[in-house]
């Protein structure tokens, strides 16, 4: 028996979690595994807006994950569920759990200007965080993930998911190895909103 069902048997089923930079596809992905047959969990608190008009799946709670320290009482329901962590927040997960991570990969510079584009349509200033910055935090966030074994890792290009919805969609059911509506999920993605392109 490997390693991953002894930790299976052990820690209980995976939890499904989108991952990546803001702006990265997240939501999108959200989106597909929800059309796919995977539950999100979110809240609706955050409502759709110009910059996401498919909504943006998010969980209030998440956002508590280092103050948290560990304790997450919010975990277990999240088993056989995805939920949307941004990167930053990924390594306060504590490793008593599974997680099989979805983590979107998008051209940092299509990234710097979306976020560019979000901060300039609610009226707020500021240059952001730089591209150096997301570089280092990035191989940071691999190397967290590679050391540790309740990381399983899938990494999916933002740009590949919008131009071959349909063979991401079938990775993505590989990886979770569940079955899938990978049809409904590759409909799911909408191309108009791959806006801000390289």
């Known amino acids: 028996m490997t390693g991953r069902w002894l930790r299976r048997i052990r820690y209980g089923a ?3 979690v989108v991952s990546g930079l803001p702006r990265s596809g997240t939501s999108m992905m959200m989106r597909m595994l929800e059309a796919g047959g995977v539950r999100p969990l979110d809240d609706g608190i955050r409502a759709a807006d110009i910059s996401n008009p498919k ?3 998010e969980f209030e709670p998440v956002k508590d994950l280092e103050a948290a320290r560990g304790d997450v009482p919010w975990l277990p329901e999240a088993r056989g569920k995805a939920v949307k962590i941004i990167s930053f927040l990924l390594t306060w997960l504590p490793e008593d ?16 200007a979306s976020q560019q584009q979000m901060l300039a ?3 707020e200033s500021g240059t ?4 150096e910055v997301f570089e280092a935090h990035l191989a940071q966030v691999e190397r967290f993930m590679a050391a540790r074994p309740c990381f399983e890792t899938l990494h999916v290009p933002y740009r590949e998911a919008v131009a071959a919805p349909e063979a991401t969609a079938a990775a993505v059911a590989r990886f979770l190895g569940r079955p899938m509506d990978t049809s409904a999920m590759a409909k ?8 801000n392109r390289a």
């Open 97 to 112: 759990f599974n997680y099989q991570v979805i983590f979107m990969q998008r051209d940092l510079d299509e990234v710097l």
């Open 55 to 57: 909504g943006y799946f």
């Open 188 to 195: 799911a993605v909408e191309a108009s909103l791959y806006r």
């Open 14 to 16: 995976p939890i499904v």
């Open 121 to 123: 349509r609610r009226g």
């Open 128 to 131: 952001g965080t730089s591209r």
